[in-house]
């Protein structure tokens, strides 16, 4: 059985308060409550706020070791300097620029394609809807690091029936040589999301009133004019959702490029920020890397907040 | 989740005019192109796993041919002293550990913040919505550096005390206590003087219980699916879930293990998921149609 919320409740949960019991009141109501949300609220602290904390901290220190060895190492207040030393580091900025061109490219092909997909299913031409929903679902039951190991073994010549049926054509396409790793990234990436970002369009799509339609279905409006006048508009708050989750997971991009590195050496060990962060910790530069996270927790939070704010502005927010 | 009753199908007069024919071939046929797409890597997987491992480079990727899938999988198991199992059962532990806290964790959190009031709820129901948005990668550093200062890394626990958070279980368990369990109930419980804790265990969970699959099954999959969080936490090969172990067999190939262990174990590692996915496709759907809308 699926689980059916009132409509009223899912459309505005943080807005509306819930009725509130009349009893128990005041003291007893807040020693209750206290007790249910205790187990989560210091797990939350403590894997969540205290890890960002402590990050944070350390991103001020760093490590001196005495010049032969002797001496103990001593942290020491640094202020700025690890930032600073990030921002001039062309590995790590490297990894940023890179990560966000592939952004500007994949994010835009990828929820095209899914609105693209969404509607033709949601069109009245559309035949074996289940299936085909079910079909694209299919990528989203796998784990990421399974998929990226799948495509891994596609992407190499030996192995992969792609190069094998390009080279049959007298192509010789080298899917890891160093100017396609980003596309070859990229479509991990794109076969991996589009039908999760398909399912949240689609179900915006079937959560409008048919009636909606029958005017301009009257009008003589329909296919792509009432995809693009009526539908689109009205699934706009959809839109901005699966644009902003992506543009999280593009600025997190972690299990498809370290999985390629293992078998590529054009995918280097700081090829994401995540990746250089994580290098930098790997060498024992703790303070270094909690610079490298802090900078990318903050750019994450600019570009998907500043993207929301964008949208609001121009008027296309939900 | 609710879905309107579709009225596309009803035939239409002019459903089989020449336009309308043309219309809904050009439909199916960008919808199967992109199934296709969909189909052949996980279909490559199948076959290729099926193959004996002498004749993966010289056969044709996309069909069957010299089938020896039984002493492939014997293989998988065999390697490196039954290591695949043990990752298996790393992943089931994590994962089914893991979300049976978890769903508790987040079922109590979610209740109170809906059912009692308290000050500071607001507040409290607005920190949780925003840790929604934010990912679980971005914590995993933070959380692998912090780990490192108190050696915790490279212990089950670093693994899975962070999986237990899920914020976006609170929020589920939240919108559907606020919405199915009546106050007019706890009340009679009240009345008959039952204890805070009875009246949420014996009258709330059960009411809850929809929900509680539906959180349960996201953070199940979460944990199943994680690769950052241990590949940063877990260096020991005896205590890494399965998505960590096969990556590092994918790395193993000039250290004597195969690409046929490799191609095989991924496919034996995504079949119990497959299988739970489609089973349970419709707790899925009212999942992610709630996240769609928050």
New interface residues.
Partial sequence: MAITYPDHDVTSPAERAPRLPRRPAGGRATRSATLFLLPFGVLFAVMVLAPIGYALYESFFEVRRGGLGLSPAVAEFTGASNYVKALRDTDFMASILRVLLLGVVQVPVMLGLSLLLALLLDSRSARFRRTFRMIFFLPFAMPGAIAAIMWSFLYIPSVSPFTAGLRSIGLDVDFLSGGLAPVSIGNMMTWGWTGYNMLIIHSALQAIPRELYEAAVLDGCSGWRLAWHVKIPLVRPALILTMVFSIIGTAQLYTEPDILRRVASTVTATYTPIMASQYSANVNNYNFAAAQAVILAVLTFVLSFGFLKFVQRKGFGA | ????A????AP?SHQHTAG?LT??A???L??TL??I???V??W??LV?ATKNKGY??TT???WFSHFDLWTNIREVFQEQDGVFLRWMLNSVLYSVGGAAVGTL??A??G?????????G??L???VV?G?V???A??????????F??THLVNTYWAVF??S??S?FG??LA???A??AVP?EL??AG?IDGAR??GI?WRISMPVMS??LV?IFLFQFVGI??N??LP??MLSDDRLQPI??G??NW??ELNNGVP?SL??TG?LL??IP??IA??VL??????G???????
């Fill in positions: 989740m609710t879905t309107p579709h009225t596309t199908d239409m309308a219309s809904r050009g439909v199916l960008v919808l992109f199934a797409y969909t189909l890597p996980p490559w997987l290729t993966l480079f044709h990727g996309l964790v987040s109590m959190a209740y109170a913040l809906a059912k009692y009031a308290f000050r709820r607001g409290v129901f607005n919505l840790a948005l934010v990912p990668s971005m914590f995993a550093l933070p959380l692998y550096l912090m490192s200062a005390l962070p237990i958070v914020p609170v929020y939240r919108v559907y606020g919405a106050d706890l009340e009240r805070e804790a949420f929809p929900a539906t199943w699916n690769y950052l590949v940063l998505t960590v096969l990556a994918r790395a690409h490799t191609i991924s590692s995504v998921l497959l996915f489609f496709q419709r707790y899925w759907r009212s992610l149609t709630a996240g769609s809308v928050k």
